[in-house]
């Protein structure tokens, strides 16, 4: 069973997230982890095929387990976005999901189809409103920007452009 652990910046344990209220694991491999605008905690558990998140104490809220019945969510990268959206890379369908931050599916913000392939991880830079896109299969970056700021940030789908930095 895999958990969680929170350090303040001296090195104090703050927390360890590791149980629901009922005593039940909520991890067993996790992988990627990102804190959201509101406190939650955010995991990807590869071996659970689920994105789990917690509340700031530690409490679950939520699984993400995919938009549809169809396929199963292989979650690697996350990050959050500056709309507190949960951006979450899916190897097996080659693309990202967006969901908001009470775990609703919105949408697949990069497939295939803008040149993703085995997205692995994700970094969001809330300055320039730019998303990065590792590549476990091609050993590249690609740099999207999918929201825009005008005096509000708005949504830009699909995304206007796109860069391939090879590493």
């Keep these: 069973m895999g958990k969680v652990t929170q350090y303040n910046v001296t090195r104090q344990q703050i927390q360890t ?3 629901n209220n009922k005593g039940q694991g909520l991890y067993k491999t996790p992988m990627y982890i990102t804190e959201n605008r509101n406190g939650d905690v955010i995991v990807s558990d590869f071996w659970r095929y689920a994105v789990v998140v917690t509340d700031c104490e530690g409490r679950y809220r939520f ?6 019945s169809e396929s199963r969510l292989n979650p690697r990268g996350i990050c959050t976005d500056a709309l507190s959206h949960i951006l979450v890379c899916d190897e097996d369908t080659h693309s990202v999901h967006m969901i908001d931050k009470d775990g609703y599916f919105l949408l697949r913000i990069l497939t295939q189809k803008q040149g993703i392939y085995k997205p692995a991880g994700l970094c969001y830079d809330e300055k320039a409103h730019l998303l990065l896109v590792g590549s476990r299969w091609k050993n590249c970056v690609y740099v999207y920007r999918y929201i825009k700021r005008k005096n509000k940030l708005k949504y ?3 995304p206007l452009e796109m860069r391939e930095d090879i590493l």
């Design 17 to 19: 997230i590791q149980s």
């Design 63 to 68: 699984s993400y387990r995919g938009d549809t």
């Design 156 to 158: 830009l789908y699909p």
